[in-house]
Structure formats: structure tokens, C-alpha cells
């Protein structure tokens, strides 16, 4: 089944500066790459997402690249700010049609820090 | 419009009793997925409900789980004889039809088996 690595698990950052997290994944089946924000205490919250059709997605200050290649994938968040702390999960899927084919399979999550 | 909803939000339970935990999906959202987060881990998928298709089992850990979902709708996560290992909390996600991987969660129910 499919592998998902994320790193680091903890980051810290100066508010303004760039955070940049990582995730590899091991099944080249898969094709939909979704990253979700949890604060604290709060249900994940999908932020943006990526298809293995295209190499990079920007909204606003969040971009995430994809290198099918490679078979990794990174999320980009540019002028950090203080509600940008929380828990960050990428995530992957086969995303073909068949039951189960959706299931999303996650990293261990990144806890980010942006220091005021 | 109202999001996924979970209830209980906390339980706890003394080992070996048996819990249900129920969601409701977003209005119209065909699919449905069940998720175990556990302290410091990532989400790990438990089941997976699409329409009237068969449901996917396949993230179960043990027989002592299991899942129902009724009309096409709401959903009921069933633990028997609950072990301590099976605290953590339960996220369940639905997606609408036409963007079927975009899964939104509930905002959980935290589990605590004593």
C-alpha cells in the first residue's frame, strides 16, 4: 500500500519568512495530493491540493510543487504569520473509481511555529 | 451551509463496553470516510462509504470495528469490547459527488477507553 513520509515534523519560523515542508510518497498509482491544516483542537481543514497532471498550484501566499518523478511533493507558504501556526498533513491518493480508491493516506504531520 | 457533524464530541468508556459514534455527513455528499488520528499521528483510514457500492473494510484494524450508514446519510462507527489502544479520535469526512476527492471533516470525537 501506499508509504507517505513528511518532514520535518517541527518547524519554526520569523513571521514574513518562507516554510517549506516535504513529502514523499511511495505508490506511483497515486494522483491526488491534498495538504489540510489543524489547529489546535480543530478538525483538519484542506487547504489546497495538487493532480499528478500538473507540477505546481498557487493560491495566494500557499503554493505546492509536485515532482512525479522524484514521487515527492512540498508546500510553500510565503510572508508566514502568526495564524498560520498549526499541525500541516499532506496526504495522497489513487483517486481512480472503485471502492476505496479515494482513501487518502497521510504523513504524520508538520507542527509549524510562526514566532512574532 | 453546515458542515460534517460528530457526536458524541468526547466519550469516555471503561474497557471492554461497546461505543457508537455517530456522523453526519454534509447535505448531498455521497461519499463518506472514517478516520482514527491518535496522539501524535497522522489520520489512518478506517472505512470508506461511496452510494449504494459496497463499502471498503479494508482500513479496519479488528473485528471489533465496525460501520453502518443509513439511507445514503448518516453514519455510525461501532467499537465492541473497546481496548485502551482504540483511544484516540475519530474523524469522519464526506465529499460532494462532482469533486469526490475533496474530503471535509468533522470536527471529531475524542475517545478515551479507561
Known amino acids: 500500500g501506499e508509504n507517505v513520509e513528511q518532514h520535518p515534523s517541527t518547524l519554526s519560523v520569523q513571521e514574513g519568512d518562507s516554510a517549506v515542508i516535504k513529502c514523499t510518497y511511495s505508490?506511483?498509482?497515486?494522483?491526488?495530493f491534498p495538504w489540510y491544516k489543524q489547529e489546535l483542537g480543530k478538525r483538519p481543514q484542506l487547504i489546497i491540493d495538487i493532480r499528478s497532471n500538473v507540477g505546481e498550484k498557487k493560491d495566494q501566499r500557499i503554493a505546492v510543487t509536485l515532482n512525479k518523478t522524484a514521487k515527492h511533493f512540498s508546500l510553500h507558504i510565503t510572508e508566514t504569520q502568526p495564524e498560520d501556526s498549526a499541525v500541516y498533513f499532506c496526504a495522497a491518493s489513487r483517486g481512480n473509481s472503485g471502492a476505496g480508491s479515494y482513501q487518502l493516506t497521510f504523513g504524520k504531520g508538520t507542527k509549524l511555529s510562526v514566532i512574532p | 451551509g453546515a458542515g460534517v457533524s460528530q457526536s458524541p464530541s468526547n466519550k469516555v468508556t471503561e474497557k471492554g463496553k461497546d461505543v457508537e459514534l455517530r456522523c453526519d455527513p454534509i447535505?448531498?455528499?455521497?461519499?463518506l470516510y472514517w478516520y482514527r488520528q491518535s496522539l501524535g499521528q497522522g489520520l489512518e483510514f478506517l472505512i470508506y462509504f461511496q452510494g449504494n457500492s459496497a463499502p471498503d473494510k479494508s482500513g479496519l484494524p479488528s473485528d471489533r470495528f465496525s460501520a453502518e450508514r443509513t439511507g445514503g446519510s448518516v453514519s455510525t462507527l461501532t467499537i465492541q469490547r473497546t481496548q485502551q489502544e482504540d483511544s484516540a479520535v475519530y474523524l469522519c469526512?464526506?465529499?460532494?459527488?462532482?469533486?469526490?476527492?475533496?474530503?471535509?471533516f468533522g470536527p471529531g470525537t475524542r475517545l478515551t477507553v479507561t
Open positions: 505508490d506511483s498509482a497515486s494522483n491526488y
Open positions: 469526512a464526506s465529499s460532494p459527488m462532482d469533486r469526490v476527492r475533496e474530503q471535509y
Open positions: 447535505s448531498g455528499h455521497t461519499a
